[in-house]
């Protein structure tokens, strides 16, 4: 414990010293009853949440576990994956449990305790550096932030935000002289942590540069450099500068995100920075974001080696940390989307808290720091827009922004406003500590009731966020076919294919893939099978249906565009289970180039393969009712019957058109033809001009060009 906070504990009467362990033991059961309803807050959260929503990630980390739970070996459907983090290894016994919903309950629940076990080595930092009330506030307090939103998702971050936090703590105790042994274990843990998450690298690049500045400003430094002049020193400065651009080249020659970044859109990297540290700021209640800047320097600690440990790891670890997350999210905004990048920042905030504390309970603090601090946090909150999604996962630091945009219609600038007042305020109470004039039992209730305004602005912005989650899932599950795992159930959990056609939007698939483990393979016949793991696109190898790569599996969950030739075990709305009783596989029939929706662009095909080969009647449907407003032109039709034959990319198409039929369709209309034909045959529909909805007021910007239904009627037997 550092000098201030000895003193600080000494000025509590005598008395504790004798207390009796019964009296310690009482003591403790208020820390114990916030402790166990805070937990059941993020419990409860936890509960709510009914199934994953953020694909591709919570499934591939399922598809990595599941394989370590199944085989001790990392894979994606099947196929062999390099390691990715210990997380995958942490969740994979629950995957023993039988029960898929069962097994997701568990680990949401681990998840969540494990990061509330954050809370410990916050707290044993802050006893290095504050007295006990102050710790247990920042230890509360870490355990609050918008990082808590993370913890029912199925992803590395509720590991690694207390990893990231018990690493601190060694890499503060080793700084501040605890010896050799703290020193290695600091090591040890910064390696580790790169195992959880590779951004935790971070934490040994802090601890690195924390040292070295500890170095420059320490004694034998000061020795060394007792004899120079003002060309020594500006020999160093060259020096390390040089060293700076060499550093600088040898990071882009290693990393190319890196170089792209700061080479092409340094602009960009400094503006998502910003707006992440934004995020964090406002999500922590700006007055901790103030504070903890302003306990980075503070002359009167200057004597206290926890403090300076602290002062030169903290700084160390914003910068590198920011400047990850900054170069992070400028180059997913060149290769993804552009998004604010907060999720990368949650780290700092258990440091900031600590510096909060430090802050407070500092005899001195210096006003030119909180002025600074004040100022720039002040310029963060209220220069950039704030993301108002329910919720924006990358950022649940604007949750609290969000639920004053939900619940009282606040708009951008009203938000902004509250800021600008909330900044104010919280200047006001930084200035407490220099209102000597102000008695003390005042200060400390005025402190008391700000500790718990900012852990109440925490929580509400978190648990905003966190329902914000919860209500999206619930409507996910509200589109899922009952029950969940109806897969699993049909098959007794023998191995299944997914084989879907035309897969829009893979959400549907991702679920089902997530429900039923006896999925083991996500393929399709256009190239629309989503990842995360390896996919195929099946090819038609003869005119009469039959599939490449046969698995040999018995079952295949089918889309509603691919009619395999088998026994329908269970049909759901848009999927169907067939059991294959011959193999290889084989098309009845499949549709080519139409959307969910039914909607084909210029060209749509159908192919209808048997079983047998009666003559009977194409019937062919084309509708522009889907999209009907009368300002919008008709279109020409031409349709084309004949016998299959595949193409260069062994897809079925007419080998001679055996019937044509050409008709205008306007608008609004609808049309049914019918046509000879007899198996295998395939029918092409090409429709000129297309349309686009958004043209004529509509939200769709499709090539449109009919909605076109097919099917086959053999006919009658005599």
């Given amino acids: 414990m550092s000098e201030h906070a000895a003193a600080a504990e000494a000025a509590v009467p005598a008395a504790r010293g004798t207390a009796t362990a019964l009296d310690r033991f009482l003591a403790l059961i208020p820390v114990a009853i916030v402790a166990i309803a805070v937990l059941s807050v993020f419990l409860w959260q936890a509960a709510s949440r009914k199934t994953p929503t953020i ?26 994956v390099s390691f990715k983090s210990l997380y995958a290894f942490l969740i994979a016994p629950a995957w023993w449990i039988h029960s898929t919903a069962t097994a997701y309950a568990f680990i949401k629940y681990l998840d969540t305790v494990l990061m509330c076990l954050t809370a410990i080595p916050v707290y044993l930092l802050s006893r290095m550096l504050v007295p006990r009330p102050a710790a247990v506030f920042a230890a509360f307090a870490s355990i609050c932030t918008s990082a808590m939103f993370y913890a029912a998702f199925l992803i590395p971050e509720p590991l690694a935000y207390p990893t990231f936090a018990l690493t601190a703590y060694a890499c503060v105790k080793a700084l501040a002289g605890g010896g050799r042994r703290w020193t290695i274990s600091a090591i040890v843990l910064c390696l580790a942590a790169t ?63 890196y170089a792209v970044v700061t080479q092409t859109w340094p602009d960009r990297m400094w503006s998502l920075g910003f707006q992440a540290g934004s995020a964090l700021a406002i999500g922590l209640g700006v007055l901790p974001a103030m504070a903890g800047l302003a306990s980075l320097w503070l002359p009167s600690r200057r004597d206290d080696p926890a403090w300076r440990a602290f002062a030169a790891f903290a700084a160390s670890a914003i910068f590198t940390v920011s400047a990850y997350t900054a170069i992070k999210a400028a180059y997913l905004s060149t290769v993804f989307a552009t998004r604010v990048e907060e999720r990368n920042m949650i780290y700092l905030g258990p440091l900031l808290l600590v510096g909060t504390a430090v802050y407070f309970t500092t005899r001195r603090p210096w006003l030119p720091g909180i002025l600074v601090a004040g100022a720039f946090v002040t310029w963060l909150v209220t220069h950039y827009g704030y993301q108002l999604d329910y919720p924006y996962f990358e950022a649940p630091g604007y949750g609290i922004a969000a639920m004053a945009n939900r619940a009282w219609r606040w708009d951008q600038p009203t938000i902004r406003t509250a800021l600008y007042i909330t900044s104010a305020v919280s200047f006001a109470i930084a200035l407490v500590p220099f209102a000597r004039f102000v008695p003390a039992p005042v200060r400390k209730g005025v402190l008391a009731v700000t500790a718990l305004a900012v852990i109440g602005w925490m929580l509400t912005g978190e648990v905003s966020s966190a329902r914000g989650s919860s209500i999206q899932s619930k409507r996910f599950v ?5 029950p969940l795992d109806w897969v699993d159930q049909a098959t007794g959990g023998k191995p299944v294919t997914f084989l879907g056609q035309d897969i829009e939007d893979p959400t549907g698939e991702w679920e089902l893939e997530f429900w039923n483990r006896s999925i083991k393979h996500v393929w399709s016949l256009d190239a629309t099978a989503p990842p995360p793991g390896p996919t195929l696109t099946l090819d038609v190898k003869s005119r009469y249906g039959a599939l490449s790569s046969d698995p040999g599996f018995d079952y295949v969950v089918t889309t509603s565009n691919v009619d395999l030739i088998g026994r329908t075990v269970k049909a759901q709305p848009g999927l169907t289970l067939v059991q294959l009783l011959s193999h290889p596989w084989r098309l009845q029939q499949a549709v080519f180039g139409r959307s969910s929706d039914g909607w084909v662009g210029s060209d749509g095909s159908y192919a209808y393969f048997g079983p047998g080969h009666p003559k009977g009647t ?14 919008a032109p008709g279109t020409h039709v031409t349709i084309r019957v004949g016998p299959v034959a595949l193409d260069e990319q062994q897809k079925p198409v007419v080998a001679q058109a055996t019937a044509v039929r050409r008709l205008f369709l306007a608008n609004c209309a609808q049309k049914t033809i019918r046509l000879p034909a007899r198996p295998p045959f395939a029918v092409s529909v090409h429709v000129d001009p297309t349309v686009r909805p958004s043209d004529y007021g509509f939200s769709d910007s499709r090539e449109l060009g009919a909605q076109v239904g097919w099917s086959f009627k053999p006919a009658p037997s005599r």
């Fill in 478 to 482: 509200a589109n899922l076919p009952k």
């Fill in 195 to 257: 195992q959880v998450r590779g951004e935790l690298g971070t934490l040994a690049a802090s601890f690195a540069i924390a040292a070295l500045v500890l170095f420059l400003a320490g004694p034998t430094s000061k020795r060394l450099r007792r004899g120079w002049g003002r060309l020594d020193y500006l020999g160093a400065a060259v020096l390390g500068l040089g060293a700076l651009v060499v550093l600088n080249k040898l990071i882009s020659s290693h990393s190319s995100q």
């Fill in 618 to 631: 194409a019937v062919v449907s084309v509708s522009r009712s889907g999209f009907c407003d009368p300002q």
């Fill in 55 to 80: 694909f591709s990630d919570e499934l591939e980390w399922t598809q990595i576990s599941r394989a370590i739970a199944a085989t001790g070996h990392a894979a994606r459907r099947g196929e062999p």
